[in-house]
């Protein structure tokens, strides 16, 4: 039998959880103008899967990287959300990322 | 040669997640009581996660495990986004009686109130620095 496929599911269980984790955290200290840096951290991701030989290794460095992407399209909601009071707002003011004016000219995306 | 289950399981999850968001809004709205969808999806959650134990290799069977549980995932879902319409956090449908109950009760609204952007941080903190020059003027 093939237990791996199934171990491959549970991974991305705890990968999409860890998601939630890491949008809330990144979103309260960062802010969302950060988003394009998870989702080039994703498709690095994925693309360093295409090189790892083992077919495991390499779908878990997927799994990981696509739970990457969607996180960085969270990120802009999750700040809505924070501004409508679902969520905490962080008081102090939010370091902007590297290259903010130009991310700012791009729609954030969302799913 | 390229190792390419990385590649198939990535976009197996990507495109669980955006079914597991846009999808179990839409079956959400479209349904006047949840539970069928509920257990259509569990089921085919445990006919995929059968299916990835007696698959031909790691890439189908983690395909199949990883659409499979989020699909128990979304039978969950359906759950927490009814009450997220109740709420008003997600937009009701008028059209659908289980909405139109949570529309009549008054907390539930047809508005998606996500639909929005957020606060440009760069254009509030120059708002805050106009602020403070009006201030020492």
């Not at chain 1, 199934?6 to 959880?17: D, E, H, M, W």
């Not at chain 1, 990144?26 to 988003?35: C, H, Q």
């Not at chain 1, 902007?96 to 954030?108: S, V």
């Not at chain 2, 039978?75 to 139109?100: I, K, S, T, Y």
Request: aromatic share 12%.
């Amino acid at each position: 039998m093939m237990w791996e496929g199934l171990a491959i599911g549970l991974f991305s269980l705890g990968i999409i959880g860890f998601g939630f984790f890491w949008v809330i955290r990144m979103e309260y200290y960062l802010g969302y103008l950060w988003w394009p840096y998870p989702m080039l951290l994703g498709i690095g991701i994925i693309v360093l899967s295409l090189f790892v030989a083992d077919a495991g290794w390499s779908a878990l460095l997927g799994v990981t990287g696509a739970s990457f992407i969607w996180g960085a399209t969270e990120l802009k909601e999750q700040a809505v959300r924070a501004e409508l009071g679902w969520f905490r707002q962080n008081p102090l003011p939010k370091p902007l990322p590297p290259f903010a004016a130009i991310i700012r000219k791009i729609k954030a995306p969302h799913l | 040669m390229l190792q390419m289950s990385g590649l198939w399981l990535a976009l197996a999850t990507f495109l669980s997640i955006w079914w597991g968001h846009v999808g179990v809004r839409w079956l959400e709205a479209h349904s006047a009581d949840i539970r069928p969808p509920m257990i259509v999806l569990i089921i085919a959650g445990l006919i995929l996660n059968l299916a990835a134990l007696f698959a031909p290799n790691v890439t189908v069977g983690g395909v199949c495990s990883v659409v499979g549980i989020s699909l128990w995932w979304d039978a969950f879902e359906l759950v927490r986004q009814d009450r997220r319409v109740r709420h008003g956090h997600a937009p009701a449908n008028p059209n659908n009686p289980r909405h139109a109950r949570y529309l009549a009760e008054g907390k539930a609204t047809i508005h998606d109130p996500l639909d929005r952007e957020p606060i440009d941080p760069l254009a509030d903190g120059r708002q805050a620095a106009r602020d403070r020059n009006l201030e020492v003027a």
